[in-house]
């Protein structure tokens, strides 16, 4: 069983839906918790980084970690075309602090 | 501006061939690492530095070494090119936490 698994997808969304991204994980060492967005033949782009249960929220972006049942949520609010990306969670913690450990990535497209 | 660099972008190079890829990051970070992705795939850690004269191997087995002889710089070579080392290689830095990747080398070995 992989430490961090996230919903593959694909997902297709029209624009202006909320698009929800999830991940589960099972190392309840892991303390930070990411959401990297990566467009083709790009280098992941960090979204969002916290390393508290709750919510964060940056403009239309919401991120939503349950360290109680190690599961965390990117949320997308008026999705636009813009937005279609691959989506990686990652977390980091524990003895490989530095180290991230990456979902498998969920590709997104959002039609105009 | 704090930033992260790689070069070249893009490489293609014949088997047999030594490669070095360069990145640089300006961000004052002591920690920095190396991935390959094939597209549509995984990142997958080849290798990682908690700083200066550090380096280990990652998750991944991969025939690339690398060096840290400066905290900003972090090449990683291949002595020997070969058609299965065609990949895309991202480099990346972090400081507490989080870690920013730079814009990546697509490699292709002819």
């Known amino acids: 069983q992989k430490e961090v698994e996230q919903d593959p997808g694909p997902l297709s969304v029209p624009e202006g839906a909320i698009v929800s991204l999830n991940c589960t994980y099972s190392?309840?060492?892991?303390?930070?918790f990411m959401w990297y967005r990566q467009y083709s033949r790009k280098g992941p782009e960090l979204l969002m980084y916290?390393?508290?249960?709750g919510n964060k929220e940056d403009g239309r972006f919401t991120a939503q970690v349950d360290k109680s049942s190690k599961y965390i949520s990117l949320f997308i609010r008026d999705s636009q075309p813009s937005d279609s990306a691959t989506y990686l969670c990652?977390?980091?913690?524990?003895?490989?602090?530095?180290?991230?450990?990456f979902g498998q990535g969920t590709i997104l497209t959002v039609h105009p | 501006e704090a930033d992260i660099y790689q070069t070249p972008r893009y490489l293609v190079i014949g088997t047999g061939k030594k490669i070095t890829l360069e990145c640089s990051q300006t961000?004052?970070?002591?920690?920095m690492y190396w991935y390959q992705q094939d597209p549509g795939m995984e990142l997958h850690l080849i290798h990682y530095?908690?700083?200066?004269?550090?380096?280990e191997k990652g998750d991944l087995s991969s025939e690339s070494t690398v060096s840290r002889i400066r905290t900003e710089h972090f090449p990683l070579t291949l002595e020997s090119a070969r058609p299965s080392h065609t990949s895309q290689y991202l480099c990346?830095?972090?400081?507490?936490?989080?870690?920013?990747f730079g814009p990546g080398t697509r490699l292709t070995v002819l």
């Open positions: 990346a830095s972090s400081g507490l936490g989080e870690q920013f």
């Open positions: 190392n309840s060492a892991f303390q930070y």
């Open positions: 916290t390393y508290s249960s």
């Open positions: 990652a977390e980091a913690g524990g003895t490989s602090y530095g180290k991230l450990t």
């Open positions: 961000m004052g970070h002591d920690k």
């Open positions: 530095s908690y700083g200066v004269n550090s380096t």
